[in-house]
């Protein structure tokens, strides 16, 4: 594929759906929202508003991060404080699908209307790729950008239109467009994250102080394996609980997984061959957080398993 020409088609077809209204987007951080990100503001200019919506889901220190990141590109952010919102939203909830479907209409309806209707933006900038739409529609797992897909008409539903300028490519073509965009390292090699964060990390309930726990492991597993070149790594919080012991008296802990994969485009993926020191020293490390006693290292590949774990 000629990566130059598809990023001109893509700034030419959003000034055209666009024309002189408003748009908006939400940033991530990830390659996927990043490039989005870049071509609105490349087709629109100031008539597109990008927001980091803080979910209280997202890793340590993310969102002032990816802010400054985008500042020093001259691309503004506006940082929303969605915390509460979608904390609320998830509390009591355990299965899979209903947490999706949670944070699916806090993210668009609640979080997301209310923002329409204060900028009088009609079209949405999304950064759905093509394995979204294949997953969802295939019904191996729901992805939370996908609206048409699952039978929600986003203009009736939330007043706006959603245009998703990378839906023909996978994981790879859009590292390829980032490249041409011009995007630092730090984002085009940066390794897939989802759309619902850390509340995919999480089996059972999502609350704030399983999410600080998985939080603290995530930043150990991409402090420790940062330098694999893997597609993807992860630490996982499960609902389990094991026997251990903590300053010499018997704990009953929580349980962490540590995936490291290898993939190119998401549809297929391998267990990274991790040395035994460095497996060692993550364990070491994430059975020093707080309630935690248990480390496991993932050997499942893709299929039977997917890469996230709801």
């Keep these: 594929m000629d990566y130059r020409a598809f990023v001109e088609e893509q700034i030419a077809e959003i000034k055209r759906s666009v024309g002189d209204g408003l748009a908006i987007n939400a940033l991530s951080g990830g390659v996927d929202s990043s490039v989005v990100t870049v071509l609105g503001h490349r087709s629109l200019g100031n008539r597109l508003k990008t927001v ?3 979910n209280g889901l997202m890793r ?26 979608f904390l609320n939203a998830l509390r009591g909830l355990t ?18 209307g209310r923002l329409v209707r204060e900028t009088g933006a009609k079209f949405l ?5 093509l394995t979204d739409i294949e997953e969802t529609v295939a019904g191996i797992k729901r992805q939370h950008n996908i609206l048409a897909q699952i039978g929600i008409d986003p203009e009736k539903e939330y007043g706006y239109q959603v245009l998703e300028p990378l839906k023909t490519l996978r994981k790879d073509g859009v590292r390829e467009v980032a490249k041409v965009l011009g995007l ?50 992860m ?76």
Excluded at 60 to 85: C, W
Excluded at 241 to 256: D, K, M, S
């Design 95 to 112: 299965d899979p699908e209903e947490k999706r479907n949670a944070i699916t209409k806090t993210f668009y309806s609640t979080v997301f």
């Design 52 to 54: 980091f919506i803080e």
């Design 184 to 233: 630092p390292p730090e984002i085009t090699k940066r390794i897939p994250f989802p759309g619902p964060a850390l509340a995919t990390r999480i089996v059972g309930e999502v609350t704030e102080e399983r999410l600080a726990t998985v939080r603290e492991a995530t930043a150990i597993v991409e402090e420790e394996l940062g330098k694999t070149r893997a597609f993807q790594y």
């Design 125 to 129: 900038l999304h950064g759905t790729i």
């Design 60 to 85: 340590k220190d993310e969102p002032q991060r990816v802010v400054k990141l985008f500042a020093e590109m001259g691309i503004p952010v506006e940082l929303v404080d969605a915390r509460k919102e």
């Design 235 to 310: 630490a996982v919080l499960l609902n389990d609980r094991a026997t251990g012991i903590q300053e010499g008296r018997r704990e009953f802990g929580q349980i962490v997984v540590v995936r490291c994969i290898d993939s190119v485009d998401a549809r297929t993926a391998t267990p990274v061959k991790i040395p035994w020191k460095k497996l060692f020293r993550i364990c070491e490390r994430i059975t020093s957080i707080r309630g935690v006693n248990r480390c496991l290292y993932d050997l499942t590949p893709k299929p039977p398993a997917t890469i996230e774990y709801i």
